[in-house]
């Protein structure tokens, strides 16, 4: 097939978007430098700069090699990710660049997020073949890349809202952990939301529960408590009655089967109990995601999220931007009446449903 455009360019449009595309393909070259950024420590190490730093200064801070430092710090110039001061030729981060480069305490710390493109990128041809095929690719089936990856992204989020804003948005659920109630969470990948509920109420008995082995295990090497434990076990038939909340923490959209685990998860559920399900902002028409939040959902989506439910049983592939209306609907058939958004930040909804 020929296609001829060049009658109908417009000079314009052409320009901006190949504007846009160069900015795509530096976007994606500095991936990498962000995570080797990361492995070296040069972020930390000027973060913990008093002053600003040359190449050679960064270099022999970090014990990496100058050139390739000099050549690693103007990309990051270039980025916006690093400041630069010509008239001394050195690199320096502002309070906002290290809260989102280099202090992973911050809640708005990004960089761990990179990490898992390795495995996105790695798994490039498998993804390919499936679009042909309409096969998944499974959680499992990436390097262990993804889920440290997944890990580090949502992590800053969790513990900066988690127990300070979502938990408190949820009708008497506080108060209950206070107490001391059981809690389920579902999906929890390496455990970092589970650790957080469990270390803020020592009352209260947490169970973190994933399908993928390796993260179970992961999550128990990292976390260890008196009131938390984790354990291998798919949504849809965990083990265990009478938990008064159970969580869901961007994971139902990667399900095959999110009916099938809501469903189990009511039967789960105290008379009393609440699910908190946490997932991706979205609105309920492709239009409203039509920004820079749904940009990095939709891709992740593509790339990782609807292949995982395409390789599980049910293969539902709700994708990472359902939206409010439709994961209220799935809710609903799942047996929940009362279902609510409880709170939103600009990267998470937190619906709540009660029996």
Known sequence: MNIHTTASLDEGRLNALMGTVLNEIGAAHNATLVIIGEKVGLYRALAESREPLSAAGLAARTGAYERYVREWACAQAASGFVGYDETTDRFFMTPEQVAVFADEESSTYLAGGFQALSAVYAGEPRLAAAFTTGEGVGWGEHCNCLFCGT?????????????AEWLPALDGVTEKLERGIRVADIGCGHGASTAIMAEAFPNSEFVGYDFHEPSILEAGAKYRAPNLRFEVARAQDFP???????????????MGDPLGAVSHIRAALSEDGTLMVVEPKAGDRLADNLNPVGRVFYAASTNVCVPASLGQDGRAA?????????????????????????IATPFNMVLEARP
């Open 151 to 163: 890990e580090r992204f949502f992590r800053p989020g969790y513990k900066g809202h988690l127990v």
């Open 240 to 254: 265990g009655t009478g938990f008064d909340l159970v969580a869901i923490f961007d994971a139902l959209h990667d």
């Open 318 to 342: 709700l994708g990472a931007q359902a939206g409010p209306a439709r994961l209220g609907a799935l809710l609903r058939d799942g047996g929940f009446s009362r279902v609510r958004t409880a």
